[in-house]
């Protein structure tokens, strides 16, 4: 079985900064892409960043410059520094990692998106 954990968040004042961080953990295959998006109460879901196959990273318009995606070298864990944070980055973060679970016996899962549960991130003016 396969879980994606996700840390960090919580409240800063604006102007300030936050990382949070996801783990995909249990029985891989292999993994794929990632990224992290947000939702608000009352908006649509936003992309913040994702890399794809290739390492290459893509940030919603809101976040370049301020918020940095990385992934670590074994590709299971992601993270997002967030600077310079504003009143309108708050927010539930969530993030995902795209995961082929390994069933055992030389058998593979399709490549699936993994979600982590979610963390809220509340900037104060």
């Known amino acids: 079985q396969v879980q994606v954990v996700q840390s960090g968040g919580g409240l800063v004042q604006a102007g300030g900064s936050l990382k949070l961080s996801c783990v995909a953990s249990?029985?891989?295959?292999?993994?794929?892409?990632a990224g992290w998006y947000r939702q608000a109460p009352g908006k649509q879901r936003e992309l913040v960043a994702a890399?794809?196959?290739?390492?290459?990273?893509a940030y919603g318009n809101s976040v370049k410059g301020r918020f940095t995606f990385s992934r670590g070298n074994a590709k299971n864990t992601t993270s997002l520094q967030m600077n310079s944070l504003r009143p309108e980055d708050t927010a539930a973060y969530y993030c995902?990692?795209?995961?082929?679970?390994?069933?055992?016996?030389?058998?593979?899962?399709?490549?699936?998106?993994?979600w982590g549960q979610g963390t809220q991130v509340t900037v104060s003016s």
């Open positions: 995902y990692i795209q995961v082929s679970p390994d069933h055992g016996f030389g058998v593979r899962g399709p490549l699936r998106d993994y």
């Open positions: 249990g029985r891989i295959s292999s993994l794929g892409n």
């Open positions: 890399i794809d196959g290739n390492g290459d990273v």
